[in-house]
Each structure stands twice: as C-alpha cells, then as structure tokens.
C-alpha cells in the first residue's frame, strides 16, 4: 500500500532549466492536488484535478503547469525554474465520501533553484 | 488574507498533561475542518477531522472542537506523549472543492 509517491526527493536546479515533479497515487483516488511549504507558512495550493483530464488553478499557480491523463497520474511542470520556486512540494489525493473528507498527502520533494 | 489563522507559533507541554492547539479561520464556505501533524522531512499526516456540521469529533487521544459562532476549532491531545513533538496545520476544506486552506502551524514540543 504506497498510498502517494513523489519523485525525486530531492532536486537543485539552475534559473531557467526546466524539470518535472512526479505524483503517482494508488488508491483510486479522484482528487489530487500539489501544494508548496515556505518556510513560517503553511501549505499552498499550487494546482488541484477533479479527474482524469480536469485540472484548475489554485492559490500560486504562476511559473507551474500540470495535466491529468490517467487517474493515478498527477505530474507537476516547472517550465523555467526561478529561485522564488525554491520549495518543499507536496502532493496529495483526496476521497470525499458522505460525512468524511480524506485527504493523503505524499513525502515531499525538495528543490532548490540557484 | 489569511483566511486560516494559527497564532501560536509554538507550544511546550509536559508529558501527560493536555496539549490545546488553536485555530481560527474567516471564511463560513468552508465544510471540513483538519488537523494534520508533520515530522520534519516527511509529508502532513492526517490526525482527524470534523465536519461543519458537527462541534466535536473523538478519536482516541485526539478530540477536535468546532465553535461555528467565534469561528474557531481546537485540537485536544491527552494525555500527550513524546512522540507527539511535532508541527500542527489546521487546514481547512472549500465547500464544493477539494481544496485545502492551510492555517500556517504550529511546532508542539512534549516535555518529559
């Protein structure tokens, strides 16, 4: 039972190069969500997806591109790395039910951007 | 605007003794309430919930209270325990949506 993986764990790249966080969840789980933790705050919502091939904005969007082609799947862009995306990224599954909201969240990648 | 607050950056308890962390938030569209805990290095995980719709939900050490008029909930840990030491988030659930509103934590040290 992985519940959710990220990979890498870690990650350091340079302004301006490119790269993508993964997210993988085997729980048949149909929300999935990215957030970012800055140091003294708490969690933001980067991007969040309803389904396969549904995806939103969230809180801090900008500089982060994402898609959901298959349900387990929830794969998170940086196009052009800058050092303000310097970050621990965490993703998450969630599975509302009557009465209850379960939200799964993975172990985290740190990046740092030089 | 912070529409999840928790205003204690940090709190010391003894061993054994009852652990009360706070929260408030601003905004009525919100539908559930969640504590969740968080090691350093590792991802949040989820102690307990409660919906709006309730003011108190128990799972065995942990109660959660929800005060709909001062707009506040609280996480109670008793009696607590070493392996407690940790971050607190309170976070909080957008009506209609999964999304997650996060208050900004709050570091829980368990004294012996």
């Known amino acids: 039972n992985a519940g959710v993986t990220q990979t890498p764990k870690f990650q350091v790249l340079k302004t301006g190069q490119s790269m993508t966080l993964q997210c993988a969840q085997d729980m048949n789980h149909e929300y999935m969500s990215w957030y970012r933790q800055d140091p003294g705050m708490g969690l933001r919502l980067i991007h969040y997806?309803?389904?396969?091939?549904?995806?939103d904005q969230g809180e801090v969007p900008n500089g982060y591109n994402v898609s959901r082609s298959t349900t387990e799947d929830f794969p998170l862009r940086l196009l052009s790395a800058a050092p303000s995306q310097t970050s621990v990224y965490f993703c998450?599954?969630?599975?509302?039910?009557?009465?209850?909201?379960?939200?799964?969240f993975g172990s985290g990648t740190r990046l740092t951007v030089v | 605007d912070q529409q999840v607050k928790q205003n204690s950056p940090s709190l010391s308890v003894q061993e054994g003794r009852i652990s009360i962390l706070n929260c408030d938030y601003t905004?009525?569209?919100?539908?559930?309430f969640l504590w969740y805990k968080k090691y350093p290095a590792e991802g949040p995980t989820f102690l307990i919930s409660?919906?709006?719709?309730?003011d108190k939900n128990e799972d065995g050490r942990f109660t959660v209270f929800l005060n709909k008029s001062a707009k506040h909930l609280s996480l109670h840990i008793v009696p607590s325990q070493p392996g407690d030491s940790a971050v607190y988030f309170c976070a909080a659930n957008i009506q209609g949506a999964q999304k997650l509103v996060f208050g900004q934590g709050t570091r829980l040290t368990i004294n012996p």
């Open positions: 409660i919906s709006s719709i309730k």
């Open positions: 905004n009525s569209m919100f539908d559930y």
């Open positions: 997806s309803v389904g396969a091939g549904i995806t």
């Open positions: 998450a599954s969630s599975l509302a039910g009557t009465g209850t909201l379960s939200y799964t």
